[in-house]
Each structure stands twice: as C-alpha cells, then as structure tokens.
C-alpha cells in the first residue's frame, strides 16, 4: 500500500471540546490514507471517530496539528480555499441522505456539479445519469427523491457524493439507517468505486461486519488510534 498515492494525512490532529467542561476529545491523531483505499473508523460512541471525520473535511478547523490533502497543506487556508477545496476534492455521504424531496434523483446529483461551474448543463446532466447508471438507478432519475426507497436514497447520495469525481468520498454512518441486504448494496458500491476509479472512501461506522470487509480499519478510543487492521493488497 505504501508505494501508492497519499491522499490525505494527518499529523498530530488534537481537538478540545469546552461544555460544559474542557476534555480533549482528540489526542494526536496520525494517519495516513492512500489512493484506492476503502478505510473504515470504529470506536465506541464518544471515541472521537465523527469529530476526526469533521476535521477531515475542511469544515471545522479548531483543531491542533496539520491536515493534508493531496500532499497540499490544509490547515491555515481560508474559507472560500477550504470551500474550493471541498468541492473539488472531497464527496459526503451521510446516515441520511439530505436530498431535496421535490427535486428528480437527477437533479439532486447534479447540484454539487452546477455549485463548481466547471461544466455545462448538458455535461452535467449527462455525469449525474451516468453516476446513477453506475448505481444501478438510471430508471429512477425523473423520479422525485421522496418517492424512492431509503436504499434507493441512500444510493442517489452516494452519486450526488461521486459527480465531481473527488479523490476522497468521506462517509458518516452510511449504513445507519438501511438493513442488510441494502447495507450490503452500499458496500458493494464503494468497494467498486475505490477498485475501478481509484478513488479513496474514509468511512465512519459502527457496522463491524462492514468495517472488517474493508481494506483497513483504524480503531479509536479516548480520542486516540489504538489500532490498525490491514487487509489492503
């Protein structure tokens, strides 16, 4: 694994919470995460796992030590770079899907696309259906996102996630809230997307069978990594 791409590291992250008392919620955290990896956070809840998460996606930046993507420095930059940065670079799948009901599949996964203007409204459209090709939900695109199955949202997500072709797809309980044969669908879904196009998944979870399947799985406690568990080859 070492001889391929870093595509974001971390050095040193430590993270206070102040209320209603200080205790520092991460300590030291250092790792590193490589192109086409699948790599899974677990620990009890209170771990630090969905704080370290956060300060991986650029959108909290009260933190101590260095993050950084693609060999640049993040920690430091402004806002509108940090924003840039995250549109570019990085996709978000959440325990829920935050699709706006009233909007087709399609136009949902075309949002995060028309936001960084690098394409036309016909090469937009045309990457949404095909990410939702990819995902098996081409004959759901004219379909209104609150008509689909919580799987079937679940999958528009991950699309709308993958429209700009980020290096890192960052994922908070993906599975939370879908049962197994749908859990096993995501799976199968981000196994495919790091294996066929390279791109890296740090995903957040409490579903041991599902962080076991993934290629490593880094385990905090306390704020602090205490294991490590590879299966990358």
């Known amino acids: 694994m070492e001889n391929r791409k870093i595509v974001l590291q971390t050095e040193g992250i430590g993270k206070y919470f102040h209320d209603p008392v200080t205790f520092k919620v991460l300590d030291d955290v ?9 790599l899974t956070l677990v620990g009890k809840s209170g ?29 430091g930059q402004k806002a509108d770079d940090l924003a840039m940065i995250r549109n570019k670079s990085i996709g978000f799948v959440f325990q829920f899907h935050y699709l706006l009901p009233e909007f087709s599949c399609l136009k949902n996964v075309m949002l995060p696309a028309l ?11 045309h990457r949404a259906f095909e990410k939702l ?14 008509k689909l199955s919580g799987g079937q949202q679940q999958r528009v997500s991950i699309a709308r996630a993958i ?3 980020p290096d890192i797809i960052l994922c908070d309980e993906p599975t939370g809230n879908l049962d197994s044969k749908n859990t096993e669908l995501v799976f199968d879904t981000f196994y495919r997307i790091t294996r066929d196009s390279g791109q890296t998944i740090i995903a957040v ?11 490593r799985t880094i385990e905090l406690a306390d704020g602090k ?3 490590h568990h590879k299966s990358f080859n």
Not at 50 to 73: A, Q, W
Not at 138 to 146: F, G, N, T, V, Y
Not at 205 to 215: Q, Y
């Open 205 to 215: 979870t409490h579903d041991l069978d599902f962080a076991k399947a993934s290629d």
């Open 115 to 125: 936001k960084r203007k690098q394409y036309s409204m016909e090469e937009v459209e």
């Open 30 to 38: 250092s790792f590193k995460a490589y192109s086409g990896e699948f």
């Open 133 to 146: 090709k990819l995902l098996g939900l081409e004959d759901q695109a004219l379909k209104p996102a609150s």
């Open 225 to 227: 990594i205490v294991s």
């Open 47 to 75: 771990s630090g796992k969905s704080t370290l998460l956060y300060c991986l996606s650029t959108m909290d930046t009260n933190y101590e030590g260095n993050l950084f993507i693609n060999e640049e420095k993040i920690t």
């Open 163 to 165: 429209i700009n072709d």
